[in-house]
C-alpha cells in the first residue's frame, strides 16, 4: 500500500471516530449525562459498557440485513434467468461463458445482503462475512434474486455485487455482477474488482 493511500485511510478513520465521539457525546448529554461518562469508557470499569455497545452495534446491523429465498435452476440459461424482469439495461459481457454457473440441478438457496455502513474493501467483505457463515453470491444467484423478486426493487436504494468467481478482462482487470439503477429501470451491470472501499453497496451473501 502506498504511504499516499496510507495517509488518505489515516485521514478517513480519524475523521469517522470524531464523528462518532461527537454523536455519542450529544447522546449522552440529551439523557443527562456528562463528559465525566465519557471519559469512564476510558477506565477499566468502562470496559464492560463499550461492550454492550459492541454488542448493541453488531445486533443492530444482523436485524438490518435482509434475506430472501432464491431457487437456482442451472440448467437454464442466462436469458431463461433475466427473462423474469425485464432489464433495463444488460452488459453485454455478462454472459454464461465468462461467469459459467458453478452449481448443478435446482437448489434453494437464501440470499443475505450485507451492507457494512463504512468503507470497506472487498478482501475485506469477505473475510467479514466468513465469520458469520456466509460466502459472497454467485453470479447467477444474484441474477435469479433480482428475476425471482422484482417488486422489491432491490437495488433501487444501492447496488448489489456478487463479488465470487469475478471475470478476468483479457490483459485487464477481474469484473464481477452487480445490479444497478438504470434509468428509471434496472441494469445488470460490471464492477471492477479491485482493491478499493466500498460504502455505497450491498453485498450478496449465502450460507455456508
Given amino acids: 500500500m502506498s504511504s499516499q ?3 488518505a485511510m489515516i485521514v478517513r478513520g480519524a475523521g469517522l471516530l470524531t464523528s462518532i465521539f461527537s454523536n455519542l457525546q450529544k447522546k449522552v448529554e440529551e439523557f443527562g449525562g456528562s463528559e465525566k461518562d465519557i471519559h469512564r469508557l476510558t477506565t477499566p470499569e468502562g470496559e464492560e459498557t463499550i461492550g454492550k455497545l459492541a454488542q448493541i452495534i453488531v445486533d443492530d446491523g444482523r436485524k438490518k440485513r435482509i434475506s430472501f429465498p432464491v431457487t437456482v435452476d442451472s440448467s437454464q440459461t442466462l436469458h431463461q434467468m433475466t427473462g423474469a424482469y425485464p432489464y433495463t439495461y444488460i452488459n453485454s459481457d455478462v454472459t454464461l461463458e465468462h461467469f459459467p454457473k458453478k452449481g448443478q440441478g435446482k437448489r434453494q438457496i437464501e ?3 450485507f451492507h457494512f455502513n463504512r468503507l470497506i474493501s472487498s478482501d475485506n467483505a469477505i473475510a467479514e462475512m466468513a465469520t458469520e457463515g456466509f460466502r459472497p453470491a454467485e453470479p447467477e444467484e444474484l441474477i435469479n434474486l433480482s428475476a425471482q423478486h422484482p417488486g422489491q426493487d432491490l437495488q433501487k436504494e ?6 465470487n468467481s469475478p471475470w478476468q478482462y483479457p490483459n485487464g482487470p477481474q469484473y464481477v455482477v452487480c445490479l444497478i439503477r438504470r434509468d428509471a429501470g434496472r441494469g445488470l451491470e460490471l464492477h471492477w474488482l479491485k482493491d ?3 460504502v455505497g453497496w450491498h453485498f450478496a451473501a449465502v450460507c455456508k
Fill in 158 to 163: 444501492l447496488p448489489i455485487v456478487a463479488i
Fill in 111 to 113: 440470499v443475505t445482503l
Fill in 5 to 7: 493511500k496510507e495517509k
Fill in 196 to 198: 478499493d472501499l466500498h
